[in-house]
């Protein structure tokens, strides 16, 4: 790359590789989760019930590798289409980033809503998806939450609903990631939560077994006592996003004034 400076070079190409090789490793986990489930062709993949967190990772996968392999080839054959080509999807991925923080501020009650609404959705599915059931795990352990807006949503499961045909024998109940730890317990009871909600409301509610807050208000109330973590992730993929965008931005000017040099 002789002519480009030479300290920016080896920068932009070391990012960007770095990211290809993240990506790459993103799609590996994809497939590996997807032939662990045993899905391995687009139409067994799309009957899956409910949110399948995979494509999230797929998604992601696809975006990073992208954005590497152009990165990295571009820096390398001093391609300014293919650094012009980062620069601009990584800007427009900073400018969507911003534009969904804003309108989240702005329309909190109807994203409040969706959120709710998705939960639900996909309490349908938590049986059917081990992925998507591990996911709604996580999420009540950490949130200590039970269901969407309280543990009553997990009714619109097969599994747990209250009706008579429910032959499960975790009817009206809740799933283990809704009880409360118990100190004494070295061993998981994933068996706590049956026949929970089969008592009174108010009997669960005031009940010391399982958590009665929904996930969407835990989240509430977390974020506020956790805003300052949160900004700090945000200013940290921001800066990341805007550095790699002036490394690119960069090489291409030394790209360029060094062909406009050739002309003369």
């Known amino acids: 790359m002789a002519g480009i400076d030479v300290a920016l070079a080896p920068d932009v190409v070391t990012a960007h590789h770095s990211l290809r090789i993240t990506g790459a490793g993103l799609l ?21 019930n409910g949110f399948d967190p995979v494509w999230v990772v797929l998604i992601v996968g696809v975006l990073t590798f992208v954005l590497g392999f152009t990165g990295c080839i571009g820096a390398l054959r001093e391609n300014i289409c293919l650094l012009k080509f980062f620069s601009i999807i990584i800007g427009t991925i900073f400018t969507l980033e911003l534009a969904a923080g804003i309108l989240a501020f702005v329309f909190k009650d109807w994203v409040k809503g969706q959120v709710e609404t998705f939960f639900r959705e996909n309490i349908d599915g938590y049986r059917k998806d081990i992925d998507l059931q591990n996911l709604v795990d996580a999420v009540q352990k950490y949130m200590q939450c039970c269901g969407a807006a309280g543990y009553d949503d997990w009714d619109k499961n097969a599994y747990f609903n209250c009706s008579l045909e429910n032959a499960s024998r975790e009817r009206c109940g809740v799933p283990f990631s809704c009880c409360l730890p118990d100190p004494a317990q070295n061993v998981v009871n994933t068996q706590c939560g049956y026949d929970i909600r089969s008592k009174t409301k108010g009997t669960v509610k005031d009940s010391l077994v399982i958590y009665t807050k929904g996930c969407v208000e835990a989240f509430e109330d977390w974020l506020p006592k956790n805003i300052y973590v949160v900004a700090g992730a945000f200013l940290v993929i921001a800066f ?15 790209i360029e004034a060094l062909k406009s040099g050739w002309r003369y």
Do not use: P
């Open 28 to 48: 590996a986990i994809t497939f590996w989760a997807w032939n662990e489930k045993g899905v391995l062709n687009i139409s067994s993949i799309t009957e899956l």
């Open 240 to 254: 990341l996003q805007m550095f790699s965008i002036y490394l690119a931005r960069s090489l291409i000017s030394d």
